[in-house]
């Protein structure tokens, strides 16, 4: 198998680009994306720069919730391929000098795996009941769940069965889709049979795993009620549901397993979380004997304001070096609202600098696109200034926007029906790339019924337009990752806040970095000979150019 040089800490700088395999490329032509695809489209990310590749779940799976359903961790899902194929693209993906990360799901797995099957064919109390979380219900006749749990997807968290001999039984655990049966993390069965998942694809070379709902694994015991009216709220301390401290022993479990893999050829193996959690809380999945890395969700939920950014980069790199961990920053992914579309809403996110921000609606607000546009292209230069790690979703890097009008019948999220077509769900930031041609499907299939439609408004911002565009996404994306990987101040390491007005963010970065963006009005005077790029073309005076209004500049210090 093909490796590439061992680096120790790779992720600490890295920049990971997020494939989301149903939607990146179909080679085949049955309107759905595969691992081919992938093989055959490696080129655009070394095209682009990055480090590595985070692949979303490729597992068998029936897809009721886009693939986080797994019916079996250690083998391919033949709509994306076959483990032959897994092997190709790690080898491939190696050659090239990229990395491997692919999804773990350990909180749940599809009513379709084999021991949920085992589950629902055995007796309350058995052996293979104990795998998940069966409980008796509440009520006169157990007709009531078993504690007042709500589903993230909508209603309830718990779902009765109809045991073998046909009367209604015991209750099942589901935080997420009716068909996401929960893990029970205390059944040394459960426990073992991860170790051989992880070492399973270790031993095939891939380079790392995104945890899935990392903090939601193990559930407090006795599993007692929410408090009235509290909401799930991940990001609420002393929630029975989430962040337990058993999580921990799990973590120093994996990173053990993962350290054994140090002198391989292919290097350190690494994790990296998923985690909605206060940046205090979030790090202590960071601490040297746990997890490598986890994804800073208040970066990505800020909203666009100089105050609220400040506060959550302040917060969590003090947070971040109290564990001696590096951050990793993302501003979207397969679970959120793109930000080209998010930053051109009237509230863009949540304001970390308020005690009590209020709540960002997306779905049907107007969207401002030139706008929003304009600020996405300088969120990512901050993104890849900041210390740390950085990953960038499939599409971020052509600028493309949420598909906000997605025809109801076509929607796939769970999230649509459970919550009674409220919630439209994530759909409208999984729809399939644009790669050639001024057409739908503009290159991405040879079939024109693509598992979700392609807007016909996308021709200019295909890769192949945006590839030879100087103002496009891709050329910007491209430029500033050529830049991160030759300029010694940037990746991992430390930042100083300089003095500047309350709506601008500007820190240096050793050794002779500086990156400014601007949220107000007036703009801010640099030497114009000291500017390495802009977001957008800057007026210039003479010897002074102006960084207006929501632009950012990267400079010579």
């Known amino acids: ?23 990146f490329a179909d080679s085949n032509g049955d309107g759905i994306g595969d691992i081919r695809g992938i093989i055959e489209h490696l080129d655009h990310l070394v095209f682009l720069g990055v480090d590595a590749l985070w692949i979303s779940p490729w597992y068998p799976s029936p897809l009721a919730d886009g693939g986080y359903d797994v019916s079996d961790y250690c083998d391919i899902n033949p709509d994306f391929g076959t483990l032959d194929d ?12 990229l990395r491997i ?12 795996h084999p021991w949920f099957k085992e589950a629902l064919a055995a007796v309350p109390g058995s052996p293979e009941r104990d795998r998940y979380i069966f409980r008796d219900g509440h009520g006169v006749n157990g007709e009531l769940p078993p504690n007042n749990w709500p589903s993230v997807f909508g209603g309830s968290a718990w779902q009765r069965i109809t045991e073998s001999d046909g009367t209604p039984g015991q209750w099942y655990l589901h935080f997420f889709d009716v068909s996401q049966p929960d893990w029970n993390w205390k059944n040394p069965e459960v426990v073992k049979e991860f170790d051989r998942i992880l070492k399973f694809w270790f ?8 945890i899935d709902v990392a903090n939601s694994m193990v559930k407090e015991s006795g599993l007692p009620d929410l408090p009235e009216n509290e909401e799930i709220g991940e990001l609420v301390g002393n929630s029975p549901m989430w962040d337990q401290p058993g999580l921990a022993p799990i973590q120093r479990r994996w990173r053990a397993i993962a350290d054994e893999y140090q002198d391989t050829p292919e290097g350190p193996r690494m994790f990296v979380a998923e985690a909605y959690l206060p940046h205090d809380r979030l790090v202590r999945y960071l601490e040297p004997d746990r997890l490598h890395a986890s994804f800073n969700f208040e970066f990505l939920l800020s909203a666009w304001s100089a105050g609220s950014l400040r506060t959550t980069i302040t917060e969590s790199l003090a947070a971040h070096e109290s564990v001696g961990a590096s951050a990793t920053w993302v501003l979207g992914n397969h679970d959120n609202f793109r930000p080209v579309s998010r930053y051109g809403k009237q ?11 209020p709540h960002a609606q997306f779905h049907g607000t107007p969207t401002d696109i030139v706008l929003g546009r304009r600020r996405a292209r300088a969120a990512v230069m901050l993104e890849l200034a900041l210390p740390g790690g950085a990953y960038v979703y499939q599409g971020e890097e052509l600028g493309l926007p949420e598909v906000e009008d997605l025809p109801d019948d076509v929607l796939q999220d769970p999230t649509w029906e459970r919550s009674e077509h409220t919630d439209r769900g994530r759909d409208g930031c999984r729809v399939p790339l644009p790669w050639s041609g001024s057409e739908a499907p503009y290159g991405w299939s040879s079939t024109d019924n693509t598992w979700l439609p392609i807007p016909n408004t996308w021709a200019d911002w295909t890769v192949e ?12 994306y491209r430029t500033l990752l050529a830049e991160r990987r030759d300029n010694p101040a940037l990746g991992a390491g430390t930042m100083r806040w300089n003095d500047s007005p309350d709506d601008v963010l500007d820190f240096s970065r050793e050794p002779n970095f500086r990156c400014v963006v601007n949220f107000g009005d007036d703009a801010v005077l640099v030497m114009a000979d000291s500017v390495i ?13 102006l960084i207006g209004r929501d632009q950012a500049a990267w400079l010579r210090s």
């Open 1 to 23: 198998m093909a490796t590439i040089p061992a680096a120790n800490d790779w992720w600490r700088s890295a920049v990971v680009y997020q494939v989301y395999p149903r939607s």
């Open 86 to 97: 897994a092997d190709a693209l790690v080898t491939r993906a190696h050659e090239l000098g």
């Open 101 to 112: 990360i692919i999804d773990l799901v350990p909180n749940h797995s599809s009513e379709e």
């Open 203 to 210: 031993d095939r070379g891939v380079d790392g795993f995104r």
């Open 347 to 357: 509230i863009s996110g949540l304001d970390f600098s308020d005690p009590a921000p």
């Open 465 to 476: 337009a945006e590839k030879n565009d100087p103002s496009s996404f891709l050329t910007l």
């Open 533 to 545: 790029v802009a977001s957008a073309s800057l007026e210039n005076h003479g010897e002074l150019a």
